[in-house]
């Protein structure tokens, strides 16, 4: 079973500065998607970015990019110039071909003014 | 922008009482989901649905779960029996069937079981 582990359960980062969160898989497919979610206090899960196992180019959505090692199973999230906003809990998940999402614990970023 | 909405937004009921969470996806999608999150926790796999049926479900989506797709619109979750621990945060979240596709998530409906 694919388990999808993130090592950091708080983070913290001073406004306009950037922060980089942590996040690993185990699988044995050779086909899969991985993602980061976003979870404010609503508590609605909002999609960042995603990534195709397949391309080895990093996705980027403005200040929000990935460092995705396939080889070492390892798929960070960067948020650069962080804002207020970005305040939430960020969610790893991880997609197979066909199958369900599995996402790891969770990592809650604080942004300070 | 097309989304996935759910209803109610907040839930409260007894133990014991069934509930049916209601889940509209994208129009156009194929395949959808549910999870849960228990508050505090992470978001966990309930069941996914493809073509009018279960096509993967966890260890947790027991007997006292089922899903329906009423008609072409509506997507729902049953809790026959709802207990303590049903407590949570209930996501629907549909995607277009393309293999590449991402799956979008609903706001959720949070279930207080009494």
């Known amino acids: 079973a694919q388990t999808v582990t993130q090592s950091q359960p708080e983070m913290s980062v001073q406004e306009a500065e950037t922060v980089t969160l942590s996040c690993t898989y185990d699988t044995s497919e050779s086909d899969y998607y991985l993602f980061w979610y976003k979870q404010p206090p609503s508590r609605q899960m909002i999609l960042v970015i995603r990534?195709?196992?397949?391309?080895?180019q990093n996705a980027t959505e403005n200040r929000f990019s990935v460092n995705f090692q396939k080889a070492a199973k390892s798929f960070s999230l960067k948020i650069s110039d962080s804002q207020l906003g970005d305040a939430a809990m960020y969610f790893c998940?991880?997609?197979?071909?066909?199958?369900?999402?599995?996402f790891g614990a969770g990592t809650r970023l604080t942004v300070k003014p | 922008e097309p989304e996935v909405t759910q209803t109610p937004s907040h839930q409260v009921t007894q133990m014991g009482q069934e509930v049916i969470l209601r889940c509209v996806p994208i129009s156009n999608h194929l395949y959808f989901y549910w999870y849960r999150q228990i508050l505090g926790q992470k978001v966990e796999f309930l069941v996914s649905f493809y073509n009018n049926e279960i096509s993967e479900k966890s260890e947790i989506f027991d007997d006292q779960f089922s899903v329906e797709r009423p008609d072409g619109s509506n997507f729902t979750l049953k809790i026959r029996s709802t207990k303590l621990e049903d407590s949570a945060m209930y996501f629907c979240?549909?995607?277009?069937?393309?293999?590449?596709?991402?799956?979008?998530f609903g706001p959720g409906t949070r279930l207080t079981v009494l």
């Open positions: 990534q195709e196992a397949y391309k080895q």
């Open positions: 979240a549909s995607r277009d069937g393309r293999l590449t596709d991402t799956q979008y």
């Open positions: 998940a991880y997609r197979s071909a066909l199958g369900d999402m599995r």
